[in-house]
């Protein structure tokens, strides 16, 4: 647990960070929620030992034997961090995990948008260029045999493709063209650069979401960016990475074998050397920093605004048929629960009521080679609830990678949606010497 060896600073939110105008940024008044008739708990609260993960899953057989007891094979870990406030509303962290290990390997696949996006928005704000911020139109080029070129983006207000379209993108759906559009924004020196001096030193963000190759994904596209009036105010050069980086962990091999590029069986197992590498604990931090960034310290932060925490705590718990992107928010094209694996992820949890009920995840997902993860910070604005939840789960029974045939559905989305179910009633039980007010993170409508 490398990554979570630093004091937590006692200072203060700087104030409601969600809130929908500059007017309302100010300190939260402190007055403890009102508990709806729901958050009565509704059985003895468990004892609060160093295991007490694996005292909650062991206590509920039925739903978390199978794996438990088979959790090497799974390649389980869970990291649940309780929140106190004082009553200052300042938050302190306690950490309870259960296999957590950030020197085995599991294939975060979109778990990298969260830093990605996040400096996105930073290299934005050291550009200071006059008239560029997130809501820039851009153009992107084509350099290379791999790369694609972008004029517009259909999906966007009258095409405008911008780095914020690409960013509600990702955090509504998960989109993989919109990470890989940041991804070149950014280029793996500027990324790796970054996630060193802030204390991520095995983080690897090496590979866009399609077939580039190594070479290839060191080479990223030109991107030029426009006024109101069209006037170009800012021109990025094709970049390449002319230092070497691959994956810095051991035994980077999983499977029996895989598919390749074309389709084709590769016997023997698939190696991860070339791929992004983002552990859980580094991923749960990466996210506390965001929701909390005064409680750290300042070489642990990115580098954003007011109003980018704002706009990414928008997004970051937004339903896709909430948001203002007709491509997300169709009827039946994502449901609710698309992208909120925790509590809400299996059938139980789709049916409930996302929408108006008070429970919601600020979270970011992995879905890909049979490993399913989530990183969340969930709250319940009823019952002042609030906790940081991060697990990931190998669901890939025939050992066949790149496949598409991986058990989801009946095993890793049923564990997570349990997990986070059961963490919330646990956190239901709990006792606080101090009420949260959480009042800031409510979705700005």
Do not use: W
């Not at 493709?161 to 280029?187: C, P, Q, T, W």
């Not at 962990?249 to 016997?267: E, I, M, N, Q, T």
């Not at 058990?407 to 010497?433: I, N, Q």
């Amino acid at each position: 647990m490398k990554s979570f060896a630093f004091t937590v600073l006692g200072c203060a939110l700087a104030g409601a960070l969600c809130a929908c105008t500059p007017s309302d940024m100010r300190k939260p008044e402190h007055t403890a929620a009102v508990p709806a008739p729901r958050c009565a708990p509704t059985h003895t609260p468990l004892p609060d030992t160093p295991n007490l993960l694996q005292v909650m899953l062991a206590a509920r057989p039925e739903k978390f034997k199978h794996i438990l007891d088979n959790a090497v094979r799974y390649e389980v870990q869970i990291l649940y961090t309780q929140i106190n406030r004082d009553h200052e509303n300042r938050p302190s962290f306690k950490y309870y995990t259960y296999r957590l290990n950030s020197r085995s390997y599991f294939n975060p696949a979109s778990m990298v948008k969260l830093p990605v996006l996040c400096l996105a928005l930073q290299k934005l704000n050291e550009l200071n260029v006059p008239g560029l911020d997130k809501n820039t139109r851009l153009t992107i080029g084509r350099q290379q045999a791999c790369q694609t070129a972008v004029a517009q983006d259909v999906t966007a207000p009258v095409g405008r493709a911008s780095i914020a379209h690409y960013i509600k993108k990702m955090l509504l759906v998960s989109d993989n063209d919109a990470y890989n559009r940041l991804y070149e924004f950014l280029g793996q020196r500027y990324i790796h650069e970054n996630m060193g001096a802030m204390g991520y030193p095995d983080v690897r963000i090496i590979r866009r979401f399609c077939n580039c190759d190594y070479d290839e994904n060191r080479f990223t596209n030109p991107f030029n960016f426009y006024n109101d009036e069209g006037r170009l105010i800012y021109s990025q050069p094709q970049q390449v990475n002319v230092k070497p980086l691959v994956n810095p962990l051991p035994d980077l091999k999983r499977g029996r074998g895989y598919l390749d590029a074309r389709g084709r069986y590769v016997s023997g197992p698939f190696d991860y050397t070339y791929s992004n590498n983002l552990s859980l604990a580094d991923a749960t931090s990466m996210l506390m920093t965001m929701i909390f960034p005064e409680a750290f310290p300042l070489q642990r932060r990115f580098g954003l605004t007011p109003d980018d925490y704002r706009f990414v705590y928008r997004y970051l718990s937004m339903l896709p048929g909430e948001s203002d992107i007709p491509s997300c928010a169709t009827s039946g094209k994502y449901a609710d629960n698309h992208k909120k694996y925790f509590i809400f992820g299996d059938a139980e949890g789709s049916r409930a009521d996302m929408h108006s009920g008070p429970v919601r995840s600020f979270n970011v997902v992995g879905k890909s080679d049979g490993y399913l993860s989530d990183c969340a910070y969930i709250v319940d604005f009823d019952c002042g609830i609030e906790f940081f939840l991060s697990a990931v789960i190998y669901v890939n029974s025939d050992e066949v990678l790149r496949d598409g045939r991986y058990e989801y559905d009946t095993v890793g989305m049923p564990f997570l949606a349990e997990l986070g179910r059961t963490v919330y009633e646990y956190e239901r039980t709990r006792k606080r010497e101090v009420s949260p007010d959480i009042s800031s993170f409510k979705i700005c409508r």
